[in-house]
């Protein structure tokens, strides 16, 4: 059964360094969404991503983060500066083209900003 | 996006069925329901969705009231590997929508 992956599983990084979060989507997937979860918290939608183009995002997508699909196939998250409260679980997901739109997962990056 | 209600947490005892409950009162006519679960630390998976009619697939079984104000999950034979928070999510189907997590239901299976 097709996965979705992503990679690093873990990065840890200094405060205001740039971090690049990638993720390989299902194949036939149009659809793409990042999220994320501080420990201990709930799950929180970051930015879907339709077309080359972002279709929603939240109040947490701030100008300090992009997204992109450079290849056509990687689909990559990118925050500028990194916080320390940008120390999260950051997860990519897909979902293919229909009405219902369910959306599948990947691991997850564990993201530490020191 | 309707809101969901579902209990803190529930125990079910291994190789009974396990029966999670959601209030969705709010809903509206083209919301679907979604359930999801997450093991600790991993990524969200998906488990099975419906919209009026009830859904069975090799995960679970999904029931929807009649008048869609509730629903429950089924886990026909519980594993201890069903261990996990359990989301309801109901929400409008279609384009890139996102997902609302709520603090879901954690299961735990007993041996």
């Known amino acids: 059964e097709p996965e979705v992956t992503q990679t690093p599983s873990h990065q840890v990084t200094q405060m205001g360094q740039e971090v690049i979060l990638h993720c390989v989507p299902i194949s036939n997937h149009l659809y793409f969404y990042w999220y994320r979860q501080i420990l201990g918290q709930k799950v929180e939608f970051l930015v879907s991503f339709y077309n080359n183009e972002i279709s929603e995002k939240s109040e947490i997508f701030d100008d300090q983060f992009s997204v992109e699909r450079p290849d056509g196939s990687n689909f990559t998250l990118k925050i500028r500066s990194t916080k320390l409260e940008d120390s999260a679980m950051y997860f990519c997901?897909?979902?293919?083209?229909?009405?219902?739109?369910?959306?599948?997962f990947g691991p997850g990056t564990r993201l530490t900003v020191l | 996006d309707a809101k969901t209600t579902q209990p803190t947490s529930m125990d079910c005892a291994e190789g009974r069925a396990a029966n999670l409950p959601c209030n969705h009162s709010t809903i509206s006519g083209n919301e679907y329901v979604y359930w999801y679960r997450q093991i600790h630390s991993q990524g969200p998976q998906y488990i099975i969705h419906?919209?009026?009619n009830n859904e069975t697939n090799e995960m679970a079984s999904l029931i929807i009231t009649e008048d869609r104000k509730s629903s429950t999950l089924i886990l026909p034979h519980a594993t201890l590997r069903d261990t996990a928070v359990y989301y309801c999510?109901?929400?409008?189907?279609?384009?890139?929508?996102?997902?609302?997590f709520g603090s879901g239901t954690q299961l735990t299976v007993l041996p």
């Open positions: 997901a897909n979902s293919p083209p229909g009405v219902t739109n369910e959306q599948f």
């Open positions: 419906g919209l009026k």
């Open positions: 999510i109901v929400r409008v189907g279609g384009s890139a929508r996102q997902l609302t």
